[in-house]
């Protein structure tokens, strides 16, 4: 199959960065500050991960995928918002994210939590807005419950509360993998449905899918724990904050071997799941097996 992964990827990083630029406030709308903050996070770097496999599954349908794009976009503005909010004293207290100062390093506290107040806001009222001129009011409200289950009590909220609540004290892999599975994963599984939904999957693929998404969040966040405890210089993060503030890790509980291991079992695994989906889910696989054994 001629399929050119790296290739790919920088491809539609380019076009999510293009829209993503299109789509935030202007450096100088009032107060300055606040749109210079959103800006300086959204646009600093970033894989572009998630838009990326929101893309990727709706083309398994679809392929005018410029329809989903503003999803994309919306997508990895929560996810920017996540970061900024991780970064906080209040939670991980880092100082350097996507190689450069974190949100409220640059900004001060105060502004980076308005950063990311307002990106999640945007984000959904992108979506609201995009979904009204592209897609039936059924396929936009189910993407848009879809990313709102993705970011909150149940999702990326609910395991950024355990994370912080299993910091410092002894932890199990229940705990562990409810952590992972919703911090990181909820919203990875996210971005796969929503892609399926826009396109007008059927039901059993949802759920394929849904099950396919999950898996390679998980393995996502374990292979993040590994680059953490490696130090990974690509990673545009300080390494070792995991261990600095005792987190509740794969890697703290299982060594580094088994950590990369089990990543890559989640993904052969969610490699399985979809394989009946034939050349047009090849990107996702692909996309699939570079997230477990990443360097960055
Ligand atoms: C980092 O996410 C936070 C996690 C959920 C592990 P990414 O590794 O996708 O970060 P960027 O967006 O590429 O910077
Ligand atoms: C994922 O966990 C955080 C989010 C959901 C935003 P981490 O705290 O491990 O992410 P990094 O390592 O700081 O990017
Ligand atoms: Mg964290
Ligand atoms: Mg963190
Ligand atoms: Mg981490």
Redesign the pocket.
Known sequence: LNFELQAYLQERKRLIDQSLDQYLPAEDRLPPKLSKAVRYSVLAGGKRIRPILLLAAYEVWKDDYLRALPFACALEMV?AY??I???LPA??D?DF?RGKPTSHKAFGEAMAILAGDALQAEAFGLMARAGRESFTPQQSLAAIRELADGAGLNG?AA??AM?METQGRQFGSEELEFI?SR??GA?IRAAVKVGAILAGADEKSLRTFSEFGGRVGLAF?VA??V??AVGGEK?G?AGG??ARKK?A?YVGLFGLKQSQDRAKTLVSESIELIKEYGTRAEPLRQIARFLAEREY
């Open positions: 996810h996540s970061l909010h991780d970064d939670m991980d880092d994210r990326m395991g950024q994370d992972h911090k990181t919203l966040q993040d724990d680059l953490d990673s993060k904050s995991d987190k890790t």
